[in-house]
């Protein structure tokens, strides 16, 4: 299946508007996730507490994360793992490559991870004939559909149970039905026989602990401790914004993390895993790998503003705040992070040019932030984005449409800043705009502008389209003032 | 008190009737009232799309024209553009100086609301209105400002006025500036939902401290030929029916 890129993020977004099986998928995200959210935090005594206190961590890893990654690697090695670092996407995949090679290894499990989503892992391994599967139910669903994941905990929210059916009629063979239990089961049954025979099992982290070596990670359905524990051989791949300092401050983030994330409590499963198997009878891998990615997370280190992108531990209570991402769910925007914390990282990640809409795709109106739980200013990190973007883009016209859109954005914002910047101007300016406005206004205000005023007015053309617009008033406030208001 | 108007460029061309109604109401509750004729725009729409050497020569000329004045506080009718004054220091990141003029601007600058109750602990400011009515919190007045109740107090406190709270009352209605005209299909699906919880509202006017909202919100109910109207905050306390 063909990728949407976030390069063409306006065509993205209008195709997904017009998507009316995505929209009743999409509706369950704001009702169902956001109030149990909302009920979950009620259960914390002192939520904002915590959020601080997490901040506090992430910020204390991130200004000492060389020290920090050097502890972790020590320590994980003492426990018997192999530590791995990779540079990009590239490295990393070799790195798992060579040794699912070395192995000779075949049956290839996998467990939810977005890092390996990032270096797009599967396809791969898949280059070189492998078949690995994947074991979360929602990334099961959408490895079947040849899809991506649409959100980062819940990657098939885009699909309808419906839609989920039909899909296992075509590629598992089942007889159709609408029976949830039974679509799981089907799932469980199938799953279940490739955890049989599986030699390597590939796994992310939500939390790498420095003073341990340890590995955390969170889960509903068991698949992920069963990855990580049935085959010989495990890979964990992690970005290295992952270290906490100590066990003890897992304490604060599994208070937040699953709240945040799926409005529970408490994840159904929570694995901490340090090292190999000590004695020949204990369960559990004998040979543990450890991939530390670095792709592009040491630039966003290197500036305080944009640091703290890596605060991030993946919740989701971003995507599922926000109106934009409610309107168009997460493949629109074309990167494995969609939503307000993907409009940050992706530019980050794949540069600016390849993503330069990302940033503008909110209205700035906070409720990201607002849910949080680590405090990520993700409007200031718009923000942040979008000045690097107006900057890059000053120099001129060029042969691609969009810079040549914004070519005339910069000129208008140019005009706006030495017209409004004046008085006088800015008077003159107001006056030649109520000129204008007597030749497209009826009744008081502008209705659907036709195909000449947009192409010459194009954001006239864009608000009218469903909107009327307001026409300037008879007399200006500034006006009124001196006519009397002033001495009233 | 004396107060320095920051009447935002939205109102002073689009909807005057909106600084007028502030200046009745500031006076009512016992302000003197003055404006600087200079004044135009604070620059945040250059701000927010990425213009950040634009919105600092917009943010030097506000600081310089308000520092003129003796007034005790700005008031301005949105949480919006009191929002950018707040952030004005960001756009001098290498000069102290201008920082710190920034921020002295910036600790005497109030939204409308915010100010009549905060500063002036005032939630009757005389005000009558017989009707239905529904806030809608501006994004930036909530979220950058904190104001969530006081509005509402003031709203509740209006004689005759029904207050009514609408569902998703504290969720964006799409506008966001320059995000309405970029990406105006994403901004019109959000104000769609908007409009929804108005009309299960069934209510005479939707309410709101910021006059971007009330043109986007107003504009979709004029599309649709609906009969709610549009208020900001300041027209209603300005009733006295």
Request: glycine share 8%; aromatic share 6%.
């Amino acid at each position: 299946m063909e990728r949407m890129t976030s390069e063409t993020f306006d065509q993205n977004a209008r195709a997904a508007l017009n998507d009316a099986m995505l929209h009743q998928a999409l509706r369950r995200l704001a009702d169902t996730f956001g109030d149990k959210r909302k009920k979950a935090i009620a259960t914390v005594a002192d939520w904002e507490g915590l959020r601080t206190g997490a901040r506090a961590i992430k910020d204390d890893v991130l200004l000492h994360l060389d020290t920090y990654l050097e502890q972790f690697a020590t320590n994980a090695e003492r426990a018997g793992a192999k530590v791995h670092w990779a540079r990009d996407g590239a490295e990393a995949c070799d790195l798992v490559l060579n040794i699912v090679k070395t192995r000779g290894a075949t049956n290839i499990v996998k467990s939810k991870s977005m890092v390996t989503e990032e270096i797009h892992l599967n396809r791969a391994l898949e280059d070189e004939g492998l078949d690995p599967v994947e074991t979360d139910l929602g990334e099961w669903i959408i490895q079947l559909a040849d899809e991506t994941p649409s959100h980062i905990v819940v990657p098939a929210i885009h699909k309808t149970k419906g839609q989920i059916a039909d899909l296992f009629v075509e590629k598992v063979g089942i007889e159709k039905t609408d029976d949830v239990d039974e679509l799981t089961y089907t799932a469980r049954r199938f799953l279940r026989e490739r955890f049989a025979k599986t030699e390597i099992g590939i796994s992310g982290a939500n939390f790498c602990v420095a003073e341990t070596g340890s590995l955390l990670i969170l889960e509903n359905e068991g698949n992920i401790r069963l990855t990580t524990s049935l085959p010989k051989t495990h890979i964990a791949v992690v970005g290295i914004e992952k270290i906490v300092p100590r066990l003890t401050d897992l304490d604060v983030f599994l208070k937040l993390l699953p709240r945040s994330g799926t409005g529970q409590n408490l994840t159904a499963y929570q694995s901490i895993i340090t090292g190999v198997k000590q004695n020949a009878d204990d369960e559990g891998p004998e040979e543990v790998h450890i991939i530390l990615l670095d792709n592009g997370r040491s630039r966003m280190l290197a500036h305080p503003v944009t640091r703290q992108s890596l605060a991030c531990i993946r919740c989701g209570a971003c995507l599922n705040a926000c109106p934009v991402y409610q309107q168009i769910g997460g493949h629109a925007y074309g990167s494995v992070y969609p939503g307000p914390i993907g409009a940050v990282i992706t530019p980050q990640l794949i540069g600016l040019s390849k993503a330069k809409q990302l940033p503008y795709a909110s209205s700035l109106c906070g409720a990201c932030r607002e849910v949080c739980p680590v405090k990520i200013d993700i409007p200031e990190l718009l923000l942040h984005l979008r000045a690097e973007i107006t900057d890059g883009s000053a120099n001129g016209i060029s042969a691609d449409t969009s810079t040549r859109k914004k070519f005339g954005e910069s000129l208008a914002f140019r005009l706006y800043g030495y017209l409004w910047a004046g008085e006088a101007r800015y008077r003159f300016g107001m006056k030649a705009a109520r000129l204008f406005q007597t030749l497209v206004a009826r009744r008081g205000k502008i209705g659907k502008a036709g195909k000449l005023l947009s192409a010459l007015v194009p954001p006239l053309g864009a608000w009218t389209a469903r909107r009327d617009a307001p026409t300037a008033a008879g007399k200006s406030f500034r006006e009124q003032w001196r006519d009397g208001l002033e001495d009233k | 008190m004396k107060v320095s108007l920051f009447v935002t460029c939205l109102v002073d061309q689009l909807f005057p009737t909106v600084g007028v109604s502030m200046v009745e109401v500031l006076r009512r509750v016992g302000c003197e009232v003055v404006f600087d004729e200079r004044q135009t725009c604070c620059g945040q729409p250059a701000f927010n799309t990425g213009y950040r050497h634009e919105a600092q020569k917009f943010a030097k000329r506000f600081i310089e024209i308000f520092e003129d004045s003796d007034a005790e506080a700005i008031v301005a009718p949105s949480g919006s553009c009191t929002a950018m004054v707040k952030h004005f220091h960001e756009l001098f990141p290498d000069d102290k100086t201008w920082r710190e003029r920034a921020d002295k601007i910036a600790a005497k600058t109030y939204e409308l609301a915010g100010f009549l109750v905060n500063v002036l602990n005032k939630v009757d400011v005389g005000a009558s209105a017989s009707g239905r009515f529904t806030w809608h919190d501006a994004c930036h007045g909530l979220r950058e400002l904190g104001l969530r109740n006081e509005p509402r107090l003031l709203l509740k406190n209006v004689k005759e006025l029904e207050f009514i709270e609408m569902s998703n009352a504290d969720v964006c209605c799409g506008f966001g500036g320059t995000f309405s005209v970029k990406y105006p299909e994403i901004s019109a699906g959000i104000l769609d939902n908007k409009i929804e919880a108005i009309e299960k509202a069934n209510i005479d006017a939707v309410v709101s401290g910021d006059a971007s909202c009330l043109m986007q919100i107003g504009g979709r109910l004029s599309r649709l030929g609906l009969k709610t109207k549009t208020m900001h905050l300041a027209e209603v306390l300005a009733l006295q029916q």
